[in-house]
């Protein structure tokens, strides 16, 4: 991969708002977000789910959980971070993939939190890392493993996956080091260096040394487990280059990384693949857990 194709500042401020502006970049954004609450709520409708368990004190600290029948007990648990640009969305729009993962046998929990500018991306960071190891502590009256857990997460929520593989935060929140088993990220931001002089610093508010302290691309750990990545075809190069870049800073360190093309997806209706079985995506996430959970 050529330094152009990991140049994520382009030739200008101008360009560069261009390259990370996601609504943007597609015709109506309205309609992409109706489709995620659509997908959602049919998804809820068909699975049995316990709502607004909370893992912190904050209001927005809570989280649902898709358990999966009886006799697929314990679960491996997908633990899915809605995005939004860290300022937007929900939880309660981010359960499309419920229904097809708990057929799976794969439990699904969607996480909240507190989104900017009224938290700090640091406490955003924060509030993640607490919720998985709240969920460590709290999953096995559910039917979970706590040992098989996956996360997933598109968009903000990728650069918050990102951030749950950074090593080092584990033993604060004392769970294991290898906690995380598998990992999906979307459309993710790796590197946030380049918004700091851009729109999106509106509401994230950094500066470069803090944005580089909250970059994945910055926290690639020594061992990690297997990560899938996709970015859509119809999305723009910022995003593009975003996940190639981090792809190939996951093969420096001789990570076992899978890039699922999705050249006829946009950013937003990327996700929209998890409320199919039959889309690759899904299944080569859903290949991911059953064969690794069995090891």
Request: charged share 20%; proline share 6%; aromatic share 10%.
């Amino acid at each position: 991969m050529s330094k152009v194709e990991h140049d994520l500042y382009f030739e200008s401020v101008e360009q560069r708002n261009v390259q990370y502006n996601a609504r943007g970049s597609v015709s109506d954004f309205d309609a992409c977000v109706r489709e995620y609450a659509e997908l959602s709520c049919a998804a809820k409708a068909a699975c049995v789910g316990i709502y607004d368990l909370k893992y912190g004190l904050a209001a927005a600290e809570r989280l649902d959980l898709f358990p999966v029948s009886t006799v697929n007990q314990p679960a491996p648990l997908f633990i899915f971070i809605h995005g939004g640009y860290w300022r937007s969305q929900t939880k309660e729009d981010a359960a499309l993939m419920a229904k097809v993962f708990t057929d799976a046998g794969i439990a699904v929990a969607t996480v909240e939190y507190t989104l900017l500018p009224h938290a700090t991306l640091a406490e955003v960071v924060r509030e993640i890392r607490s919720a998985v190891a709240w969920l460590y502590r709290n999953v096995v009256k559910f039917g979970v493993n706590p040992s098989q857990f996956y996360v997933g997460g598109s968009s903000a929520g990728g650069h918050l996956v990102g951030m749950l593989l950074a090593s080092q935060w584990q033993e604060e929140f004392d769970v294991p080091p290898n906690l995380i088993k598998g990992a999906v990220a979307l459309s993710g931001l790796f590197d946030i260096e380049p918004l700091c002089d851009i729109g999106p610093n509106e509401w994230l508010r950094l500066e470069p040394y803090q944005a580089k302290a909250l970059s994945p691309i910055h926290l690639i750990p020594e061992s990690a487990p297997p990560l899938i990545l996709s970015v859509g075809g119809l999305e723009t190069d910022g995003f593009k280059r975003q996940t190639q870049a981090y792809e190939a800073a996951w093969k420096d360190k001789g990570h076992a990384v899978l890039t699922v093309a999705a050249p006829e997806r946009n950013h937003f209706n990327l996700l929209s693949e998890l409320s199919r079985p039959e889309q690759p995506l899904t299944q080569a996430i859903i290949k991911l857990i059953q064969e690794t959970s069995r090891d």
